[in-house]
Structure formats: structure tokens, C-alpha cells
């Protein structure tokens, strides 16, 4: 293999008021040509710093490389002058950035951007450069590619600006392409869009990729070798099978016991304690000593070198010197062990134990908002479901299919355009006198997606824990009123020291698990989850996850779980309905739905979400769901139906036959 | 890769002991409004203009108390007197040693042994009484005009983006109507009907001036109903009350302070700017305006008239400006952590 | 094409071009509260004649004959609706009522004969102050947190605090009285016009700087501004070619403001400087009670005000695609 790239000892640094922040400390990686590299890592981890380095884009002032050598083709970069690196960047190496929608310039046109691209770098003519422009729209797959040229970045979706973002980024054949993050923001079809049209991309022109990711599943779909980043370092690196199934750090432990497998159910997730350090200070030894439950004295005094575990495999870390105990192994290792390759598993349920009590009943829900000239939006339109007392329903879709409304509705935060929600058999929006509904709020309580912005910044925690208590008066004095707000912060993990606090002190997770308690402390029965892990780190949503499940299994609350990771959807919840365009397209137990989709919708949801397992993302074949061609031949409007005892799916009779014989198949 | 330099033994491969540190925040605590102000000190041009805000206050409330001129003081034998002050006279090239453009010492030619730190206007009235008196009437109208502003704009705002719907629709509606009218033209023409006084000043300047912080509140109250911890509230079952108390509120003071910050500087303008076409406070009563359109008409010969009002103005309205800056500034949530 | 086929879901989406419907009925949309606007104002004015001593309404120093072609003109003695309407009729025809001081000259010719100085000095100030504004805004931005940035946002400051009329009155002192280089008053030539559009065009100049250096601050810090870098544009083409339009187009939205501060301006500065324009005649016409004056010029400078907030807010839903394809505001 032919190295293209090679980073020796990249440190990087930024200033600021409080001091120097180290974000990259002594990165070395190769990159061969063809190749994928990911980059893996939390958030702080410095993956993209050290990708934006590499091109030296990163601000300067504040930033600068400090240390080490970046050998593009044998020439040192961090030598280059701002001129040089202008004739590298986009023609040699290029990039393309996480938000799609503030990454094109409002005010020019997508054909010009992808022009200037060329134009810069290759002396051609005008008319040849747009023609090249129009060729390049079109293999990133934008159909009416002549047309779309003089169209505005506002006038495309989020999925096609990646991929005009791509054909600029690929306009000069570059023999590098650095992704930083190019999919977090989309949803999980378009992101398996977008992975599928830059390995096509790749097999065409050869280029080497780094691919900067938070999401292991990603990893496991795209790349070939792996780099997992922890606090400035790249603390393992290896081919992409070694990473997974063999990995050797405790920190890639963690990452990967923290995320839930589609094909395993353990009775808790790994979970990965505390916070990454500070690098205005980066701790003594290793950085990760502190949250490392194997971590031994060693770790809090010498950093690990770099250890040889085969010729491609490296890890930092004390465990592999000779003198460290050997018996160690990591519990995570059982799950890898029981899922490899495999595709489908049993569930061995536990919480079904014959009666079931509905708790909530909605039926033929809609909601309507006003949208521009004259239109609605029909958000939420005819939805019904049921969840029993006790269980946990997930709820999952794409963006906008109306899953958010559809708990905002049950909280009575908006009103139901028309139909029913029945609670305990009474229907929450009949005429209710001032205490019934304070009864209600009492009893469904929610957990909110943004952990930015669900606490008042204005006020301490202890009165953002008390205010559900004080608005029902659950105490009778002061002293009852500061007990009971200790006893949950200590439920969630805090400790009373933090009461007094403010909420910009606290991390994202921190805050989350404020907010649970919040929620916890009018003792409600049923708390919807509006998307409580999506704005998290992989190792702090296990905390969260294992948190709700330990609650649950304690007081008996139920559960409305609403995500978009279906993923951690099957973990948490026993039962399922997927949602498409306001309405609820398949409904099954959690099992059930995976094994044995029927939906094509469900289908390709499932087909696009990213496993964190290699084997099996190259296995898996992706299913297209066309919506045009699903509806065209209908002549009836479908119903949701059940095809076998608790699933049900939303078809016209015809494929109600269909689909009773495709399950008995199975 | 990394050398080693310290000796690695035995024992150091046993495993830690843990202490639960890692949830552990080391930082001490301050509410919101300490860290604002830990911020706004820091900005040094700001932190500036809030003393000499502070300053002049106190010179315009005590000013006047410190010689014994009144402000309607009279006294044609002491007319058009040069500034005059005791130890600074020694240092020729300040001004202040009561010698005047043409390089005669005045107070000697006329006999003047008192001190006027100012000057003395052509009526030989004491100028440091009238321009502290100035700057207290011009300093009142722009608090009580910001104030009442405030009043309005904050209820307006409050109500239309909090009730929302049609409220809201017809409320905007007036306002866009409003905006559309010169402030000016507005002020003119009451003030031609009210006849100049302190009330009527005031009250013209406010009939159009409410629609900018209107505006804001407006802004800020939508943006803060979408937050997650107002719908929250609402979850938990709590009332209006509560919620724009406990909620909305205290989350809109910083815009609603900015704000104001930057009404009291364009109100004292304003007044300024209708003394000098005439339409100011009629004398005895004098304001900052007033007092610079009188310096203006001897500008050539006295220009001592112009300059104390016109510093004392400017150095307000920057004030003001850059306290209005430094606030925006360390209120601005994009630096928060 | 390989990649064609995995595009068929998003072919969905047919944004095209429903621009020209949109922007119609923006201008519709505006205009229509440019007219309601006026109507306000105009009726505003309307009952404010009625309570004015000394106005056509109030007859107190009018003379017999005076009287007399005023109450046959307006309908004096019929009843108030009819007046108004008469009042609103007279407007629409471009009538804007007699002076009493110009012994009956009509006030729609005493504007044409003043407005000219007063356009030339604002056309004058808003040139300078743009030029020497955007100029300043650009550098202190792309120097930003160096000196060049400092004394940029202290001018700005400076500017925007200082009232005009102290700028006028240092400059007549300095350079008019003291050091003689200029003219300090009057009308009768290119020198003469030099203070009173320096002094009027500081605030121009300030405003705009301010605006542009925060824009072009936001601008640079945007997603698109590292995309273009990542391409290999240098810093100068990025400057050119992605920030300054991105920038320059929310600016356009403080020259409406902008035109009233002017306006207010060339009041106290004509005044000033002596310069025959429309705003010294205002004055004028203030100290001398001349009211039809005084109410014409208001509906004059209204019209012109609501006119140039029409002609800047169809100019940036034109400039800017966002508004100009889909009718949204940003």
C-alpha cells in the first residue's frame, strides 16, 4: 500500500482568555491511497480540529499548529505558505462540512460555487467549466441537472446541498476527500444515501477518504481502518475488524458497550462515568484514567505509549504492558461474542406478564397547522395507537413526520385538530375544571430533547427540580421541600452539592438527568421522552438510557419514547410504531418490528441504519422505499390492520393478504 | 512515539483507588447576573462610561449646590465672563485662567474677583449652575421618556407574542403602521400643539418611541416560548402567572435593559435637536438643548458658551452608548460557556 | 450515470418557480401599508390643523380677503366630513395648501424651490458616508481585535454619539473661524457645501460602519465562508466574491432609518450653515408660525420617508434570492 498521507506528532492549540486549550496532543496516523479512514470520538475529542488541520483551516488566531509534521505526497504541509496551501486545498485535498444547510452560500447560485471549484484550479474556459459543473451534478445524482444549475442552495433539501457539497468538493478529482461529519445532520435514509454515493464516489476516482464521525455504526458501514480519539489523542487505531471485534483500549471498550446493538439486549449498557477532562489542563498519565474502571496507579502518573498489537492494530494504553494483570475482560466482549454476524436474535421478554392495562388510547389524532398561502400542514393526521401500563412505546421517524406534535399533544401542550386522547379512559381535552387538569400535568410528565435549553438559566437547580412541587404543593414545609429535591438529585446520580448551582455549570448530560428529575419529582405515571439522548454523546445516552430503565423497573412509570435512532428505540421500548407522514405505518413489539418488518417504509428505515457491527454492514443490502410508486396503484386509502397478533401495518386489503402470507412464511 | 522517563515498577500496576470526582464541578457559583457583571467588568471601555455615567449624575443632582450662583442669577456687570478656575489658572493653555479669545483677561478689565468655572452667559449668569441644571432637566426627560417607553413597550410586546394568534396579528399590524411614521414628523407637530414643556416633550417623544422596545420584547418572548423549560412549565401545570413571572421575565430584562440603554441617548438628542429648531423648553427653564442653542449665537466671540453643554451632551450620549455595548456584550448568550 | 439511481426518493421535491407570484405579492403587500401609513399621518395632520391657533381653520390673524379665498377653497363653513374629504381630495391632487407669511404663494412651490440645496447636500452625505462607512466597516472586520479595528469602532462610537449639531459647531470654530479654509455659511458653490455635508454625514458614516463591520463579522464566521476556503479561494477572492454581498444585502435595510436621521439633520444643519434648503425654510417656518408650511413640508417629508422604506424594502427582497424566490423574510 502507497501511504498519501502521514501525520507524525500533530499538536495543536488554541488561545483563549482562561489559557491555552491543547485540543490535539501528539496525533500520528498514515492514510493509504484508496483507503477510508475514520476518525472517531465524543464531542471536545478533537477529531475535527485535526481534521481541519490537515488542510490548515483551523482560525488562527486563536488557533496554530504547535507541533508536528503533516507529509501530503512526501512534502511537509505546516511548511507550506497560505499561497501553497491555496493550490492544495480543493484541487489535492479536499473537504466537505457537518451542516449542509449553512455550508453554500445563500446568495450564489450552486452551479457558480461548483464552477468556481474548477475555475480556481484548472485553467479552463468559461462554458467548459459549467458543462464539467452540470457533469458533476449529475453523478452526485441531482436529477434536471441543467436546470438545478441556476438554482439557489434555499431551494434544495438537505440531502441534495451534501451532495452539491460533495460534487464541489470532488470537482478537481482530489486525492484526498475529508468528510467532517457529512451526515450527522440528515436523517438516517438520506445518511445511508450520502454513505452509498461517496463509496461509489471513491470506487470511481480512487481517492482516499477521512471520515470524521461520532456514530460507530457509520464507522462500521464506511471505513477501512479506524482511529478512535479520546481528549487530543488517538488512543487506538486499527483496520476497522480489529477496532471492532478485537479492541483494546477501555475506552473503545466503552464506546462500543455503549451503544446498543440491534441484535443484542443486555440488561444495562455500558456506560462510560463522568465527563471528558478539561485540556486547558489535561490531567497527568492518561487522560482517560479518570473515567477507566480498569484504570490502575499507573494510569494517573505516566501517559501510555503506543503499544504494537499486530502491524496495522496500535493501542495506548498500561493494559498491554507485560507487567498489567491479564484476566481482564471487559463485559462488553459477551455481546460481541453473542451477535457476531448475526442477523436476527430472541428477545427473552420479561415484562409480559399476560394482563394488560391501557394507560393511554388515542384515536384518529390530527393536527393541523397553518402553512403559507393557504396550505396546512397536516403534522399529525389520523394517528392511533394504544400503550399499556408499565411498557415503554417507542415512537420513530424521520424529521417532520409529526412524532414530536404527537407528544406535545399527549402533554397538552398543543391542542388535537381533531380526534381523541384517551388517559386512564378520559379524554384529556374535555372541559376539565382548573384542579382535574393540574391532576393530569401531575401525571404525564415530559423529558425534553434539548438539555440547552429545558432548564431557566436564571434559576438554581434545587428551583428547577421543586417548581412541578411547588406548583402542586407536594410539601409542607421547606425542609420536606429541600429533602425530596436531595433524594432525586441523588435518584439521578448528582449530589446535593450541585443543588444550589446554575444550569451553564452543568454538561449536557448533567442537565438531561436534571430534567428527569424534574419530571420525577411530581411522582408521575407516564413520562414522554421527546428525543432525551439525540443532542448527546454516545457514552453519556447510555447514562441517560440506563437511568430511565433503572426508574422504570423501581416506581413502574411508563414510558413514551420518542427518537429517531432506531437503534436505541429497540433497546429501551417493548413495543413500536413507526410514523411516517403523521400517520403510524407499522406497529409491533420491539422484536417483531426488527425481524420481521412488512411496511416497506419500516423496511428501509431498518435497511438504513448504520450497525455498529462490519460484518454485517457488509452483508446488508439497503431497501429504497419510493414513495410515489408505493401509492400509485392504490385505489383504496390503507388502514392500519393486524396481520398477526400485535402487529399491525398500515396497507389496502390487497396487501393485507400479502402480508399474512409473508408472515406465515416467517 | 512517547519516551519514557519515569521508572515503571511493580506496584504501579495495581489497580486505583476511585474517588468519585468526575461529576465534581470545582468552578465557584454565580447566578446569572454576577456573571454578567463579571463580564461587563472586564470590558474596560464600558466599565468607563458606567463611572462617568455615574458621575454625571452625581454632578447634575449636587452640581449646582456646590457654589452659591443661582441659575436665574442675573448680573449684567458680570456678563460674557470667560472660565475661571482656581489652581488650574496656572496653566494657561487649559482655558481656564478667564482670559478670552482675543487674549484679555476679562475679569481683571471688569473687575471680577469671584471664580465662575464655566463662564457666565451674556445675562452674567453663573454658566456651571445653568449647565447642571441643564444636564438634570435633559437627564429627567430621557429617563422619563425611556421609562414610560418601557412601560408600553414591554406590555404591548408582552401581550401580543404571548397571547399570540389574532392578538398578536392585529397588535403587529398597528405597529407596522407605526413604523412607517417619522419619528420626527410626529414629534413636531405635537409638540406645536402641546406647546414646549417638560410633559409635553416627553409625552411626544413617546407616542412613537414605545414601538422599538415593543419589538424587542416582542422578539424575545416568542423566541423564549419555544424554549423547552417554558413548555416544561406548562407540562407541570403551571399558570400564566407563573409562567411569565418565574419564566418570561427574568429572561427578557437583558434586551429590555440594552434597550433602554440605547432610548436614554436618543431622547436627550431628540430634546437637544427641538431646542435647536426651536421647539425646546421655554426659558427660565433650561436643558442641555436650550443651552447649546444659546451658545451657538455667540459662538464667533464667546465660544465658552457652546462648549460645556456640547462636551457635557456628547460625553452622555457616548456613555450611555458604550455602557449599552459592554451590556450587550456580556449579555450575549454566545459567550456564555 | 451510476448515482442516479439512488436519488429517486428526493425527486419529490419541485421547488421551482412560484418566485414571480411571491414577489408580486410582496410589493402588494407593501405597498399597502405604505398607503395605510400615509393615510394616518395625513388624517393625523388634518385634525391637528383644526386645533392650531393661526391655522386656515382658526382664523385669528388672517386677513378678510385671505379669509375669504381660503373658506371658498377648502369649504370651510360646510361640516367636518366634508372638509376632510375636501382636505384628502386636495392632497391627492398634489395641493398642499398656501403660505401666510409668502403672502398666498403655494406651498408645493416654496418646496420646489428649497428642495434643491437640501437634496444636493443629502445626496452629498449619504455618497460620503456610504464610501467612507462601508470602507471602514470592511477593514475593521477583516482586522478584527487588531488597532485597525480599535480606532475604527471608536470613530463609530464617536459618530453615533456626538450630536451633529456639536460636529458642525467644532468644524464652523475650527475650520471656518479659527483657521478660515472654508466658508462657514451660505449657498454659493462646491466649498460651501464641504461642512455641512462632512457634519452631516459623520452619523452616515458611523452607522454604516457599525453595521457592516457586525455583518461582515457574522458573514466570515459563517459554515460557506470555510467551504470556500476549503476550495482554495485566497482570502482577498473570499472577501470579494462570498462575504461582501452576503454582508452588504441586511444593510440595505438601515438606509430607510437612515434617509429620517438625514432628513432630521439637514434641519439643524441647514439651519446652521445658513444653506437655503427645504429644512432651514421648516424652521423657519416654525419660528414664524407660518402652519400650511409647516403641515405641507410634514406630508412632504412623510411621502418621501414612506416612499424610500417602499423603494429599500423592494430592493433587498430583490437583491437577496431567499425573499426574491420564495417570499420568505429571513
Known amino acids: 500500500m502507497e501511504k498519501i498521507l502521514d501525520v507524525r506528532n500533530l499538536n495543536v492549540s488554541f488561545d483563549t482568555y482562561a489559557g491555552t486549550v491543547q485540543a490535539v496532543r501528539g496525533v500520528s496516523f498514515y492514510l493509504n491511497k484508496g483507503e477510508t479512514l475514520a476518525i472517531v470520538g465524543e464531542s471536545g475529542s478533537g477529531k475535527s480540529v485535526t481534521a481541519k488541520s490537515l488542510m490548515k483551516l483551523i482560525p488562527n488566531p486563536p488557533g496554530r499548529i504547535s507541533d508536528g509534521e503533516i507529509l501530503f505526497e512526501g512534502k511537509n504541509l505546516t511548511t507550506f505558505s497560505e499561497k501553497q496551501m491555496q493550490n492544495i486545498r480543493g484541487s489535492a485535498i479536499s473537504m466537505i462540512f457537518q451542516d449542509p444547510m449553512t455550508s453554500l452560500n445563500p446568495t450564489m447560485t450552486v452551479g457558480k460555487q461548483i464552477m468556481e471549484s474548477i475555475l480556481i484550479h484548472q485553467a479552463l474556459p468559461k462554458k467548459i467549466a459549467r458543462e464539467k459543473a452540470i457533469d458533476l451534478l449529475k453523478m452526485v445524482g441531482i436529477l434536471n441537472a441543467e436546470k438545478r444549475f441556476s438554482d439557489y442552495p434555499h431551494q434544495f433539501s438537505g440531502g441534495m446541498r451534501q451532495r452539491v457539497n460533495i460534487a464541489m468538493a470532488v470537482a478537481c478529482n482530489p486525492k484526498i476527500l475529508i468528510a467532517d461529519e457529512p451526515t450527522t445532520a440528515l436523517d438516517v435514509t438520506i445518511q445511508a444515501q450520502i454513505l452509498e454515493l461517496l463509496k461509489i464516489l471513491q470506487k470511481k476516482m480512487g481517492t482516499s477518504i477521512i471520515f470524521i464521525t461520532h456514530d460507530l455504526g457509520v464507522v462500521a458501514n464506511i471505513a477501512d481502518r479506524v482511529a478512535v480519539m479520546y481528549a487530543g489523542k488517538i488512543v487506538e487505531i486499527g483496520t476497522v475488524d480489529e477496532i471492532f471485534y478485537n479492541p483494546k483500549h477501555p475506552y473503545t471498550w466503552g464506546l462500543l458497550g455503549a451503544m446498543p446493538n440491534t441484535n443484542y439486549y443486555g440488561e444495562e449498557l455500558v456506560t462510560i462515568p463522568g465527563t471528558p477532562p478539561d485540556l486547558l489542563s489535561p490531567p497527568e498519565g492518561d487522560a482517560f484514567a479518570a473515567r477507566n474502571k480498569y484504570a490502575m496507579k499507573i494510569d494517573f502518573q505516566i501517559e501510555p505509549p503506543m503499544y504494537k498489537v499486530s502491524e496495522t492494530h496500535y493501542a495506548a494504553t498500561w493494559l498491554l504492558h507485560e507487567k498489567a494483570p491479564k484476566d481482564i475482560l471487559p463485559d462488553f466482549q459477551k455481546k460481541i461474542k453473542r451477535s457476531l454476524g448475526n442477523e436476527k436474535s430472541i428477545r427473552n421478554i420479561s415484562n409480559s406478564n399476560g394482563k394488560k392495562e391501557k394507560l393511554l388510547e388515542i384515536k384518529n389524532l390530527k393536527r393541523y397547522f397553518p402553512g403559507s398561502k393557504k396550505q396546512v400542514i397536516k403534522a399529525v393526521d389520523g394517528l392511533s395507537f394504544e400503550i399499556y401500563r408499565g411498557e415503554t412505546f417507542g415512537l420513530v421517524g424521520e424529521s417532520g413526520c409529526g412524532k414530536s406534535t404527537t407528544g406535545r399533544i399527549i402533554s397538552r401542550l398543543y391542542t388535537a385538530t381533531e380526534g381523541e386522547v384517551l388517559y386512564n379512559n378520559e379524554n384529556i381535552f374535555k372541559k376539565k375544571s382548573d384542579s382535574e387538569i393540574k391532576k393530569l400535568h401531575q401525571k404525564i410528565q415530559m423529558i425534553f430533547q434539548d438539555p440547552y435549553s429545558a432548564l431557566n438559566p436564571r434559576l438554581t437547580v434545587v428551583d428547577i427540580i421543586a417548581e412541578g412541587m411547588d406548583i402542586h404543593g407536594l410539601y409542607s414545609d421547606k425542609k420536606e421541600r429541600m429533602n425530596r429535591v436531595y433524594e432525586l438529585l441523588e435518584t439521578v446520580g448528582l449530589n446535593r452539592e450541585h443543588g444550589n448551582r446554575y444550569p451553564h455549570e452543568f454538561s449536557g448530560g448533567q442537565r438531561q438527568r436534571i430534567g428527569i428529575a424534574r419530571a420525577l419529582a411530581v411522582n408521575p405515571e407516564f413520562i414522554i421522552a421527546d428525543e432525551p439522548i439525540s443532542a448527546l454523546d454516545v457514552s453519556i445516552q447510555a447514562q441517560v438510557v440506563n437511568l430511565m430503565k433503572k426508574l422504570q423497573k423501581e416506581t413502574g412509570l411508563t414510558y413514551l419514547f420518542i427518537a429517531h435512532d432506531l437503534s436505541m428505540v429497540k433497546y429501551i421500548s417493548d413495543r413500536i410504531g413507526v410514523m411516517y407522514r403523521g400517520k403510524i405505518v407499522e406497529l409491533a413489539e420491539s422484536d417483531e418490528l426488527y425481524n420481521n418488518p412488512l411496511h416497506p417504509y419500516t423496511k428501509s428505515l431498518l435497511s438504513a441504519i448504520p450497525v455498529p457491527d462490519p460484518l454485517m454492514e457488509r452483508k446488508r443490502k439497503r431497501i429504497v422505499y419510493d414513495e410515489g410508486n408505493a401509492w400509485r396503484d392504490k385505489e383504496e386509502e390503507p388502514v392500519l390492520r393486524e396481520i398477526k397478533e400485535g402487529h399491525w401495518v398500515a396497507c389496502t386489503n390487497q396487501e393485507y393478504q400479502k402480508y399474512q402470507k409473508e408472515s406465515d412464511v416467517i | 512515539m512517547h519516551v519514557e522517563n519515569k521508572e515503571v515498577t511493580d506496584e504501579m500496576f495495581l489497580p486505583a483507588k476511585f474517588s468519585k470526582t468526575s461529576e465534581e464541578i470545582s468552578r465557584p457559583t454565580f447566578t446569572y447576573w454576577q456573571d454578567v457583571w463579571s463580564r461587563f467588568r472586564l470590558n474596560k471601555v464600558a466599565f468607563i462610561g458606567l463611572i462617568l455615567i455615574l458621575l454625571i449624575l452625581l454632578l447634575a443632582i449636587f452640581g449646582p449646590l456646590a457654589n452659591k450662583y443661582g441659575s436665574d442669577e442675573q448680573n449684567l456687570t458680570r456678563a460674557n465672563l470667560p472660565p475661571k478656575i482656581p489652581i488650574l489658572e496656572k496653566i494657561p493653555w487649559l482655558g481656564f485662567n478667564g482670559v478670552d479669545i482675543k487674549g484679555k483677561d476679562v475679569y481683571k478689565e471688569k473687575g471680577v474677583s469671584d471664580y465662575f468655572w464655566f463662564g457666565t452667559d451674556n445675562l452674567g449668569r453663573d454658566l456651571w449652575t445653568r449647565v447642571w441644571e441643564g444636564t438634570r432637566i435633559s437627564l429627567y426627560i430621557a429617563f422619563l421618556a425611556a421609562a414610560i417607553d418601557l412601560i408600553i413597550g414591554v406590555s404591548y410586546g408582552g401581550i401580543s407574542a404571548y397571547y399570540g394568534g389574532k392578538i398578536d396579528n392585529i397588535m403587529q399590524r398597528v405597529i407596522e403602521v407605526l413604523v412607517g411614521i417619522p419619528q420626527l414628523i410626529v414629534v413636531i407637530l405635537l409638540i406645536l400643539v402641546l406647546r414646549p414643556g417638560i410633559i409635553s416633550i416627553t409625552v411626544a417623544m413617546v407616542i412613537t418611541g414605545w414601538v422599538g422596545m415593543a419589538r424587542v420584547v416582542r422578539g424575545q418572548i416568542l423566541k423564549l416560548k419555544e424554549q423547552e423549560y417554558v413548555m416544561a412549565s406548562k407540562t407541570l401545570g403551571a399558570k400564566n402567572n407563573r409562567i411569565i413571572w418565574k419564566h418570561l421575565i427574568p429572561n427578557t430584562m437583558g434586551p429590555i435593559i440594552i434597550t433602554t440603554m440605547f432610548t436614554i441617548p436618543t431622547a436627550i438628542f431628540t430634546e437637544a435637536f427641538l431646542s435647536f429648531i426651536g421647539l425646546g423648553l421655554q426659558p427660565p427653564v433650561a436643558s442641555l438643548g436650550t443651552l447649546i442653542n444659546e451658545g451657538y449665537k455667540l459662538l464667533q466671540v464667546y465660544p465658552h458658551m457652546l462648549t460645556f453643554s456640547a462636551i457635557i451632551i456628547s460625553l452622555i450620549m457616548i456613555s450611555f452608548n458604550l455602557v449599552g455595548d459592554g451590556l450587550r456584550d456580556a449579555l450575549d448568550p454566545k459567550m456564555r460557556k | ?330
Not at chain 3, 22 to 27: M, R, S, T
Not at chain 3, 29 to 57: H, K
Not at chain 3, 109 to 115: A, D, M, Q, T, Y
Open chain 3, 1 to 330: 450515470m451510476m448515482a442516479t439511481e439512488l436519488v429517486s426518493i428526493s425527486n419529490a421535491e419541485s421547488f421551482n418557480v412560484r418566485g414571480v407570484e411571491n414577489l408580486a405579492k410582496y410589493i402588494f403587500s407593501r405597498l399597502g401599508y405604505m398607503l395605510v401609513t400615509f393615510l394616518v399621518i395625513a388624517t393625523f395632520t388634518f385634525f391637528l390643523m383644526q386645533t392650531l391657533p393661526g391655522s386656515p381653520f382658526n382664523d385669528e390673524k388672517l386677513s378678510d380677503s385671505q379669509k375669504e379665498r381660503l373658506y371658498e377653497k377648502y369649504g370651510l363653513d360646510k361640516p367636518l366630513p366634508l372638509q376632510y374629504i375636501t382636505y384628502m381630495g386636495n392632497i391627492a391632487k398634489g395641493d398642499l395648501g398656501v403660505s401666510f407669511q409668502y403672502d398666498g404663494r403655494p406651498v408645493t412651490n416654496i418646496i420646489g424651490e428649497r428642495i434643491g440645496a437640501s437634496a444636493v447636500l443629502g445626496a452629498q452625505s449619504l455618497l460620503l458616508g456610504c464610501v467612507i462607512g462601508l470602507f471602514l466597516g470592511i477593514i475593521a472586520a477583516i482586522k478584527h481585535n487588531t488597532s485597525i479595528d480599535y480606532i475604527a469602532m471608536i470613530i463609530s462610537v464617536i459618530g453615533l454619539s456626538v450630536p451633529n449639531f456639536v460636529f458642525a459647531g467644532i468644524l464652523q470654530y475650527w475650520v471656518g473661524v479659527k483657521l478660515k479654509w472654508l466658508p462657514v455659511a451660505f449657498w454659493e458653490g462646491f466649498e460651501y457645501s464641504i461642512l455641512p455635508t462632512i457634519s452631516l454625514s459623520v452619523f452616515v458614516i458611523a452607522t454604516i460602519a457599525r453595521y457592516m463591520r457586525a455583518e461582515m463579522l457574522e458573514v466570515l464566521g459563517q459554515d460557506y465562508i470555510v467551504t470556500a476556503k476549503a476550495k482554495g479561494l485566497g482570502s482577498f477572492s473570499i472577501v470579494m466574491k462570498h462575504s461582501l454581498r452576503n454582508a452588504a444585502i441586511p444593510i440595505i435595510t438601515i438606509l430607510g432609518p437612515m434617509t429620517v436621521t438625514l432628513l432630521t439633520g439637514t434641519l439643524v444643519i441647514e439651519k446652521i450653515f445658513s444653506v437655503p434648503g427645504l429644512g432651514e425654510q421648516f424652521v423657519k417656518s416654525i419660528m414664524t408660525n407660518d402652519f400650511s408650511v409647516i403641515m405641507g413640508t410634514t406630508l412632504f417629508y412623510s411621502i418621501l420617508f414612506i416612499g424610500i422604506v417602499l423603494i429599500v424594502d423592494l430592493l433587498y427582497g430583490f437583491i437577496d434570492p431567499r425573499i426574491r424566490l420564495s417570499g420568505r423574510t429571513k
